[in-house]
């Protein structure tokens, strides 16, 4: 019996030594990584503040109407997406430290341009110059993410080493789902005693704050530390690059380009099917919630839309502390299959029992393999292309938001449709759908595992 309570007590003993590891070997990282999560944390805060206002502010400060307000969203959701893909390979450039301080310069002054747009113009609709400034604030912000986020990414793969990786991954993305989570507090308080103008001059400070502790923590000589810390190849591999003749350079970076690599284009594009699941959050998931429920669930939809990113912050650290030394394209196996698979359960009906399991098994799938995606971009990428391989691996995301928002109409018009009694509806067969579509992700990704992983290196 002693040996029995020694044997769990050893075992309970390693496997909190397991989880809590990870986070000590985080927080005795590197200033330089700190300076990175701090301003990713404002970043998230601001866009995902600034996105969940941005049609009513067209509504109420530009006139437009819904259609042209909504267009007005994915003219800058889309239009960053695109943006990272042309400049991803900016830092790869110019290094870390400038594009974090050129990109979020740019979305500040972007920012603040669009919290001016209404002032510096009384006239209101569609192409008015009230809407043309607003959009060049917006175009601001769009040319500025397109730097700052696969700058981020690549700035974690430099800053961290083989131990602290993975969680610096996961941290990274926990912060930006944070973020999201936030401006529900941050916002309504704020809006209801000085409008959506206000909150955005909040948003516009909390940019400028960003600058500041990028300007103030990730200095020069935090950045060589980091650099040491972390283990000099990548610098050292970055160097060479530099060092080559303009037309050496030239041919090698047409030769690494990126769609070149079949395996790189494979690995993104087959995560398409999965990553539709993440689109239906805001494109079927609301009226999903709002129209085949009563009571409680349709009466509070918002909270069941907006669970996902406050629980994607608690858990994704916690799977990547518990999975740290796993690899990383068996944890995209593991984790789009855990994400895809409960998409049946909402097929056995709706009732609040199968939406809390579909929210919170989705989650945990999210969080075993999106940090993992992340990773494993950033570890395939050629010495010295990093940027530009995070850019591009974005592109797929931007089709899927583009293809799910063609059909996901059609099926909620015949299988979920407005005005018409739960009973009359039929979402077991909608879901079921995308049940199937989704689950294509990780059949691929297990089909193709000998090929993707042959002759790659990478423990991670």
Not at 117 to 128: C, Q, R
Not at 348 to 366: R, S, V, W
Not at 392 to 404: E, N
Not at 444 to 458: D, E, N, Q
Request: proline letters at 5%; charged letters at 15%.
């Amino acid at each position: 019996m002693d040996n029995d309570n020694f044997s769990s007590e050893s075992i309970f003993q390693q496997t909190i030594k397991e989880i809590t590891q990870p986070f000590k070997d985080l927080f005795k990282a590197s200033r330089a990584l700190w300076g990175i999560n701090l301003s990713y944390l404002l970043e998230g805060l601001t866009y995902f503040g600034v996105v969940g206002l941005l049609a009513i502010y067209f509504n109420e400060y530009t006139g437009l109407n819904d259609i042209h307000a909504g267009q007005m969203v994915g003219f800058l959701t889309a239009g960053i997406t695109l943006s990272m893909l042309f400049l991803g390979a900016t830092v790869d450039i110019i290094g870390l430290r400038k594009s974090l301080l050129i990109s979020l310069s740019i979305m500040a002054v972007g920012r603040i341009l669009l919290t001016l747009a209404p002032s510096l113009s009384a006239t209101t609709g569609l192409w008015s110059p009230n809407h043309i400034l607003a959009m060049t604030g917006l175009f601001g912000v769009i040319i500025g993410y397109g730097i700052y986020q696969p700058a981020c990414y690549a700035g974690i793969k430099l800053v961290t080493n083989e131990k602290t990786a993975a969680m610096g991954y996961a941290m990274l993305y926990a912060l930006m789902n944070l973020g999201g989570f936030l401006p529900g507090l941050i916002s309504p308080p704020i809006r209801k005693s000085f409008g959506i103008s206000g909150v955005f001059w909040v948003y516009s400070i909390l940019t400028i704050i960003a600058i500041a502790i990028v300007a103030i923590i990730l200095t020069k000589k935090a950045m060589k530390d980091a650099e040491k810390e972390a283990g000099e190849k990548d610098k050292i591999e970055k160097d060479e690059i530099e060092a080559l003749p303009l037309k050496e350079k030239l041919r090698y970076y047409l030769k690494n380009f990126p769609l070149r690599d079949l395996r790189f284009l494979f690995f993104i594009f087959i995560l398409i099917p999965v990553q539709t699941l993440f689109a239906h959050n805001w494109l079927t998931l609301p009226q999903y919630c709002n129209r085949a429920f009563t009571g409680i669930v349709s009466e509070n939809f918002e909270f069941f839309v907006n669970f996902n990113p406050i629980l994607i912050f608690i858990l994704t650290p916690m799977v990547a502390a518990l999975t740290a030394k796993k690899n990383a394209y068996k944890m995209m196996i593991a984790g789009t299959l855990v994400m895809a698979s409960p998409t049946f359960i909402l097929a056995l009906g709706p009732n609040i029992y199968t939406l809390f399991g579909y929210l919170i098994i989705m989650t945990i799938g999210e969080a075993m393999w999106q940090p993992r995606f992340l990773q494993w971009v950033a570890e395939i990428a050629p010495k010295g292309m990093t940027g530009i391989y995070m850019g591009i691996g974005q592109f797929p995301w931007f089709l899927t938001k583009v293809v799910t928002s063609l059909y996901s109409g059609w099926f909620l018009m015949n299988y979920c449709p407005e005005d018409v009694s739960p009973t009359e509806m039929n979402t077991e067969t909608m879901w079921l759908i995308y049940g199937f579509i989704a689950i294509i992700s990780p059949i691929g990704l297990f089909l193709s595992r000998k090929w993707m992983l042959k002759g790659f290196k990478v423990k991670a």
